[in-house]
């Protein structure tokens, strides 16, 4: 009988008595943990440039005084160590009873891109792409439709037949961007500007998608700035140096305006095309602009209510 | 009772001034007229800060009139010349003009033979002389015949330039730099000449040098066809 069972489990030599579902199912269970492991190696990576507080660091919102003066200690000596400059990070606040306002004259501007260039070294951008918040569009007289502009012009301005059209983040009263941040890693401040907490950002980029303006931009990889081109006067929510992967904007200088100082792209404004300042005051210059001049903004009909307008002379 | 009748007067003449001292002070801060000490940069003690309505406004003024302040320095104009140690030679306007008799037949720089020669003059049918002031070639010269100092240029560019002047006012023309917030910190502006050429003053075309390279930049042709070159 015995003999009988043994003949009867035949089996190949190679794999020595495993059954065929047995052997399957380890090739699967290898398969399987290989591509785990693959799937998790950036974490590896991820640990290496990551400290644990920085992985640890809770939303802007949620951070304490000590808190902030630690985060900003290590983002200083982190600065310090990658690109060799000494920088000092601030997080002022907004100004009660300021809710800020910017105007362009588009009779003025003729397009020589010196606030995109401002905006640039203020803000410390990456140098190798020549990144930016601003694009200055060169628009065909009688529209106002981006998909006609040209923002990659190099050639002498004022080109005939052509108006300049600067865009860059209109700090909305009702900003879309901020509807659909899956983590609320962007939100409106009380002077209407709106900021980005880089360490919260997952770098989903839906709101870039949603931004009707194409205002913001996504960081592919760590910026790159020679230590004495870096700005050291930085803000943690403005112009501090972003990680790679997450999504920033335009905040109006609010390291600067929160501080009474013009934005850097108005100073840099050759013609003068440029007017910042408090909505909420009635006397200001931006309110005389509003009062005066025949004001619009870009795609009005998409309810976002921009701040930042436009006029003719 | 002539005591009496003479002190009825007196009350009814200090009424009759109080209201009228009353209707004046009523209207003059809605007065539409452009103060001109504001754009008189020589004012040295204007009642400028007393009539505005906030301090911050009338700070901000006094800042914008101390950009303007140019040093009120002699005229002077660069010559083709350099001195023995190689520095280029500038002259005073009246270390010639002083003792040329003005030719009131030359309205334009391209009739001029003896200097200025090549000035590139394009702003309108003015003439030398409708801001040059004939008798003193240190001063500008109103319209009214007034001679004022080139430090004040903006009151003269102002003549005619009236929604300049009021948009400038109003910190809605011209470039600046500093604060938005003049109670934190001080505004400096440029003046009229900073920008404008005042013999050609047309903006100069300018070069654009700057452009980011993304996505988004591509020219409408080259995204179009950029694929197949």
């Known amino acids: 009988?015995?003999?009988?069972?043994?003949?009867?489990?035949?089996?190949?030599?190679?794999?020595?008595?495993?059954s065929r579902r047995t052997a399957l199912k380890g090739a699967g269970a290898a398969l399987g943990l290989a591509a785990f492991g693959a799937a998790i190696s950036p974490l590896a990576h991820f640990a290496e440039t990551t400290s644990l507080d920085e992985f640890l660091q809770k939303h802007y919102k949620e951070l304490n005084e000590d808190d902030k003066r630690a985060i900003f200690a290590r983002l200083e000596a982190e600065?310090?160590?990658?690109?060799?400059?000494?920088?000092?990070?601030?997080?002022?606040?907004?100004?009660?009873?300021?809710?800020?306002?910017?105007?362009?004259?588009?009779?003025?501007?003729?397009?020589?891109?010196?606030?995109?260039?401002?905006?640039?070294?203020?803000?410390?951008?990456?140098?190798?792409?020549?990144?930016?918040?601003?694009?200055?569009?060169?628009?065909?007289?009688?529209?106002?439709?981006?998909?006609?502009?040209?923002?990659?012009?190099?050639?002498d301005v004022p080109q005939e037949g052509k108006y300049y059209l600067p865009v860059q983040c209109f700090q909305c009263?009702?900003?879309?961007?901020?509807?659909?941040?899956?983590?609320?890693?962007?939100?409106?401040?009380?002077?209407?500007?709106?900021?980005?907490?880089?360490n919260w950002c997952i770098g989903c980029r839906y709101c870039q998608a949603a931004c009707p303006y194409?205002?913001?931009?996504?960081?592919?990889?760590?910026?790159?700035?020679?230590?004495?081109?870096?700005?050291?006067?930085?803000?943690?929510?403005s112009n501090r140096i972003r990680p790679a992967g997450v999504v920033e904007k335009c905040h109006f200088c609010l390291h600067r305006t929160r501080e009474g100082r013009m934005?850097?792209?108005?100073?840099?404004?050759?013609?003068?095309?440029?007017?910042?300042?408090?909505?909420?005051?009635?006397?200001?210059?931006?309110?005389?602009?509003?009062?005066?001049?025949?004001?619009?903004?870009?795609?009005?009909?998409l309810g976002a209510q921009p701040t930042l307008f436009y006029f003719f002379d | 009772m002539s005591d009496l009748l003479q002190r009825i007067t007196v009350l009814v003449f200090l009424a009759l001034l109080a209201m009228a001292g009353a209707l004046f002070?009523?209207?003059?801060?809605?007065?539409?007229?452009?103060?001109?000490?504001?754009?008189?940069?020589?004012?040295?003690?204007?009642?400028?800060?007393?009539?505005?309505?906030r301090p911050d406004r009338a700070a901000a003024l006094a800042a914008a009139r101390a950009a303007f302040d140019r040093p009120v320095t002699t005229p002077r104009i660069e010559t083709d010349l350099l001195d023995p140690l190689g520095r280029p030679v500038s002259v005073s306007c009246a270390s010639c003009h002083a003792n040329l008799e003005p030719d009131l037949q030359t309205n334009h720089a391209a009739d001029l033979t003896d200097f200025h020669e090549g000035l590139v003059y394009e702003h309108g049918s003015l003439t030398c002389l409708s801001c040059?002031?004939?008798?003193?070639?240190?001063?500008?010269?109103?319209?009214?015949?007034?001679?004022?100092?080139?430090?004040?240029?903006?009151?003269?560019?102002?003549?005619?330039?009236?929604?300049?002047?009021?948009?400038?006012?109003?910190?809605?023309?011209?470039?600046?730099?500093?604060?938005?917030?003049?109670?934190?910190?001080?505004?400096?502006?440029?003046?009229?000449?900073?920008?404008?050429?005042?013999?050609?003053?047309?903006?100069?075309?300018?070069?654009?040098?700057?452009?980011?390279?993304?996505?988004?930049?591509?020219?409408?042709?080259?995204?179009?066809?950029?694929?197949?070159?």
């Open chain 1, 263 to 301: 934005p850097a792209c108005l100073e840099a404004c050759p013609t003068g095309a440029r007017i910042f300042g408090n909505l909420l005051d009635p006397d200001s210059d931006i309110r005389w602009v509003l009062a005066n001049k025949r004001c619009f903004v870009l795609k009005e009909e």
């Open chain 1, 173 to 198: 009263e009702n900003p879309p961007c901020v509807d659909v941040c899956p983590v609320e890693a962007t939100w409106q401040e009380e002077d209407g500007i709106v900021v980005v907490d880089y």
């Open chain 1, 1 to 18: 009988m015995n003999d009988a069972r043994d003949e009867r489990r035949i089996s190949l030599p190679v794999l020595g008595g495993v």
């Open chain 2, 25 to 53: 002070v009523g209207a003059s801060p809605s007065a539409p007229t452009i103060d001109p000490a504001i754009i008189d940069t020589r004012a040295a003690a204007s009642p400028l800060e007393a009539a505005s309505a």
């Open chain 1, 214 to 237: 194409h205002a913001r931009r996504f960081n592919w990889k760590e910026p790159e700035i020679p230590a004495q081109e870096v700005n050291p006067d930085q803000g943690y929510l």
């Open chain 2, 132 to 229: 040059h002031h004939a008798q003193d070639y240190n001063s500008l010269r109103l319209t009214d015949g007034r001679a004022i100092d080139y430090a004040s240029v903006l009151r003269l560019c102002s003549q005619c330039h009236g929604p300049q002047a009021r948009d400038y006012e109003r910190h809605a023309h011209g470039g600046m730099m500093g604060f938005w917030d003049t109670r934190r910190g001080e505004r400096v502006r440029k003046a009229c000449i900073d920008c404008h050429d005042p013999h050609a003053p047309r903006m100069p075309a300018m070069v654009s040098t700057f452009r980011p390279h993304d996505r988004f930049l591509a020219e409408p042709a080259e995204s179009e066809h950029g694929d197949n070159e």
């Open chain 1, 79 to 155: 600065t310090k160590q990658r690109y060799g400059a000494e920088v000092h990070l601030r997080d002022p606040q907004p100004i009660s009873g300021v809710r800020f306002g910017y105007a362009i004259n588009l009779s003025l501007c003729n397009g020589n891109g010196r606030c995109v260039e401002a905006c640039h070294r203020e803000n410390n951008h990456d140098r190798d792409t020549n990144q930016s918040y601003i694009r200055v569009f060169e628009m065909p007289k009688g529209t106002t439709d981006l998909a006609h502009g040209n923002a990659s012009y190099q050639h």
